[in-house]
């Protein structure tokens, strides 16, 4: 799993602009600073890095809307809620509608 992050980091490269090898990323709407009651909402990066939900096999890859680092990276569905996944290199908020 290590060696994925590894990975990621290096295409992702020092400017913060993922190289496109990895088929389509959609990018996150963000939004501002929650209140402070949605603030149990948002999930952060368990394990270094900027990929907050790292699923398997799934065909569901997300990227910060401002500065595109990966956030959910071949995630199902099922695997994503309603939250706000935090983006730990730039600061920003990307909140997740469910799709239905
Ligand atoms: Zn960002």
Redesign the pocket.
Known sequence: MTSHLAVTETLLGGC?RPVDTMGMRIKVNVVPEPPPRRRRDIRYPERGG?VVVEGSFGDIDLE??????QLVRTAHEWQLGNEILA?T????Y?ELSRRR
């Open positions: 913060g900027t910060c809307g401002v500065c595109g680092s983006c290199r730039c600061s920003a990307n």
